[in-house]
């Protein structure tokens, strides 16, 4: 299994993620915007890009630092544009996919038993033109205990982790008591964080103490602190303004590994990754 080449360190600083062994820059890239543009909340709609502009995208990230990509299933068509859009970078990205959730029609649907589990981490692969996946996160529907002790769908992952199909495993919950029980189980939790909502802390807290990794979901409240209003301004200092604030915030716990942030717009993914590199001093 080859894995992805952590001797160059870019200016965008990298955090352990727990105990995997993997580094993954303090920024992530989610990708729902290159495949989704239903049932999404963001402020204002948006134009998913085309594969020239996808292209050029993961190439900024790539060269602002950014080594870890998230998608998913239920982000519509990301996983199979992904794919040829990595093709010969493998090594440079740790790839995050996810099980339990599947967007056709323009609704949800969930499943976290161990068939769909294997089907779905077996189609990820195909989609995405490897072998491995770096992170597989259980996509929760909000019965995040349930979904841990009675579906499967863990014990699966770890199953698929022995095989060589993914190198960790974990959860994008969406309760606390979930959350604390994640971090017992998995490799890995994803969790809430950003000015408004705070009600997760402790998962983070107890991941950390757990050598668990930890990464941040909606850290600018799905675009919200991002708006037009407030978006980070290239011509003025990264360390203001609602972006900055959140992303200070985030990185000074020291359990934190990486928050995702979904942008598709060029000047918005150059001035965050600025925000989080004067973040992170």
């Known amino acids: 299994m080859q894995q992805p080449d952590s001797s160059v360190s870019p200016p965008l600083p990298r955090r352990p993620l727990g105990s ?12 729902v915007k290159l495949g989704r543009d239903q049932g999404v909340k963001y402020p204002s709609g948006f134009t998913i890009p085309d594969d020239q502009a996808a292209r050029q995208l993961l190439a900024q990230a790539r060269e602002l630092g950014i080594n870890l990509i998230d998608t998913a299933p239920a982000y519509g068509t990301s996983e199979e544009r992904l794919g040829p859009l990595l093709q010969g970078q493998r090594q440079e990205w740790l790839i995050c996919s996810k099980v339990g959730e599947e967007f ?3 609704r949800s649907s969930f499943d976290f038993s161990p068939a769909h589990t294997r089907f779905s981490v077996e189609r990820s692969l195909r989609h995405l033109g490897t072998d491995y996946l770096d992170l597989v996160l259980v996509h929760s529907d909000g019965n995040d205990e349930d979904i841990i002790l009675n579906q499967g769908v863990l014990d699966t992952l770890a199953r698929l982790k022995q095989e060589g199909k993914l190198r960790a495993f974990g959860m994008s919950t969406k309760t606390v008591a979930g959350g604390l029980l994640a971090a017992e189980h998995c ?8 000015l ?33 209003e407030n978006a980070p301004n290239p011509n003025e200092a990264p360390a203001t303004g609602p972006v900055a604030a959140s992303l200070a915030m985030i990185f000074a716990h020291p359990g934190v590994s990486s928050a ?22």
């Open 20 to 31: 995997t062994g993997m580094a993954t820059s303090i920024l992530g890239l989610g990708t």
């Open 104 to 106: 056709c029609d323009g």
């Open 187 to 194: 490799d890995c939790v994803m969790v809430t964080w950003n």
């Open 196 to 228: 408004t909502h705070h009600e997760e802390v402790p998962v983070i807290d107890r991941c950390h103490a757990l050598g668990k990794g930890v990464l941040i979901k909606k850290a600018l409240a799905s675009g919200h602190l991002a708006t037009a």
């Open 260 to 281: 995702i942030v979904g942008t598709i717009n060029p000047s918005h993914l150059a001035a965050n990754v600025a925000a989080a590199i004067a973040a992170a001093r």
